[in-house]
Structures are given as C-alpha cells and as structure tokens.
C-alpha cells in the first residue's frame, strides 16, 4: 500500500511518496514517449523550450499545444544553423501538454487510482487534470528550470492547483533533480504570466519582487528513486539545475486543479475543446 505523510505536504508544502508507481508502468510510459518523438518531425517545428528568456519565446505551436501533444527542442540540441547535434531521442526537451487527453498510455497513467487516491487525501474533492508534460532532462544538455511557481503560469482564480510529479528514472543533483524552497507555499506570488489572446503575445510580469530564497531558508534537493511521486503546491517555489551528466532524468508531470474551479482567461493553457480529464 502507498502512503503519504499529508502532515508533510501541509508544513513543507511538498511530500515524496516513494514507490508509488511500478516498473511495468514506468516502461509504457517510457515507449509511449519514445513513440511520439519517432513520429516528431523535426523539420516541421523546431521550437525550443527555455526559461531563462523570461518566456519571450512563446508561440502559437507552444499556445496549441494545450490541447495536443507537441514536442519542444533542447536549445543545446541545435546549432548556429538551426540543425541536429544529438540523435532526436535526445535532442527533446518535453513533450506536452494534452498528453492525458491525447494518447491513450498517458490517459492511463492519470487513472491510476494511487493518485486519485493520494489527490483526495490533500483535500480535492473533483481532481481534474488540467495540464500533463513528459520532461526529457536529456544528459550533457538538459537546460536549468529557473526558480519559478507554477501558478504564475496556471493561474486559479479562487483556489489552489497541485503539481504531480513521477520520477520515471533516479533523480539526483548530478542529473538535475528538483529542489524546493520549503514551507513557503503560502508566500507571495512573484510573477504572473498572461497571454493577450488578441495580439497572441504572453508577458511575464513581476507581483513582488521578494527574493526566491528568504532570510533563514534553504532549498532542499529532492532526490528520488524511480516510481516515486513528488506532490507540490503550485505557490511553492522551485527549481531543477542544468544536466551537465551523462545520465538522462525522465519524468513525468500533471497539474491538477478541482473541477469547479475559476481557470483565469489569461492563462497561455486553454482548453476550448476538450473536456475536463477527471481522475
């Protein structure tokens, strides 16, 4: 049976569950990706992932893909040209961010009663999956996730999300792991990202300007064995450092918010046409 130290979610603001997840679906879950960057046709969209551009780069492919499944480039993986330096499998950065509602191994995964189960024990009552992403972490060239929350870019009117994050491979601090900032789920917002659909631009702006890293905290490095969960508030903040090894570091991740709930118009994620993916 898998189990949960709540207490910990509510004080830290995050909570590991270790073994949560079997060998057998980390497996489909590893082929289905691999599945769909063989089909990705390079040539058709080289669109790079970065955060450290402030999400200047935003576009219509990274926009649609709220309601598909499309896949983003390592900026490291490129060249001055705009050409392959990696083998494809290991040129993507992620796979997002309808992967729940778009292809049937992701879908499975989200109805895994263990995080149905693991939701409700944090006290969703309807759990819908609002966003899901398979992140590469690819060795040598795994690009650095800037300190961030997520709800800058998942913004919840009148509530809270949650990430869900499954390490499909060991994480450690040599292949870039997550770190969190802990107990401060419930300090400021420090920025907001919102797209004017009518000119199709997304701007990030600062709310405060508060340092990630307050006076007597120290962010803490979340190491975990493959098939373990990570469950966080979208307020915390957190980070995950470039991958300079030669090991990858899969994982999955889905966000969660309650079904009623208000979803701000000017989140860059909309989804007009699909409906909600209640787990």
């Known amino acids: 049976m898998v189990q949960m130290r709540s207490a910990d979610f509510e004080r830290d603001g995050f909570v590991v569950v270790p073994n949560a997840i079997d060998a057998d679906m980390i497996a ?23 955060t450290n551009d402030r999400d200047a780069g935003r576009d219509d ?32 950065n992620k796979i997002g961010h309808a992967l729940h509602d ?30 899901s992403m398979y ?3 690819q060795p040598d060239i795994g690009g650095e996730v800037r300190w961030h929350q997520d709800a800058s870019y998942l913004s919840v009117e009148d509530g809270a999300g949650l990430g869900i994050w499954v390490a499909l491979e060991d994480a450690t601090q040599d292949n870039g792991c997550l770190w969190m900032m802990p107990g401060q789920q419930h300090s400021a917002l420090r920025e907001i990202y919102e797209v004017d659909w009518s ?25 975990v064995k493959a098939g373990s969960l990570v469950l966080f508030s979208d307020h915390i903040p957190h980070y995950s450092a470039a991958n300079t090894s030669s090991a990858s570091r899969h994982a999955m991740i889905v966000h969660v918010i309650e079904r009623d709930a208000r979803w701000s118009a000017k989140n860059w994620l909309q989804r007009r046409e699909l409906q909600p993916f209640a787990i």
């Open 135 to 137: 992140i590469f972490k």
């Open 102 to 131: 778009r292809h049937d191994q992701f879908a499975a995964f989200c109805r895994l009663p263990v995080l149905g189960s693991l939701v409700r024990e944090l006290g969703f009552v309807h759990p819908v999956v609002q966003q």
């Open 28 to 50: 489909a879950l590893r082929d289905a990706a691999a599945g769909s960057v063989d089909a990705f046709d390079v040539e058709a969209n080289k669109s790079v992932f970065q």
């Open 199 to 223: 000119a199709g631009v997304g701007t990030l702006r600062t709310l405060d300007d508060a340092p990630w890293q307050p006076l007597g905290v120290e962010p803490i490095p979340v190491e």
């Open 61 to 92: 492919y990274f926009f649609d893909s709220a309601e598909a499944v499309h896949c983003f480039l390592e900026e490291g993986a490129l060249d001055a040209d705009g050409n392959l330096l990696k083998p494809k499998r290991l040129a993507i």
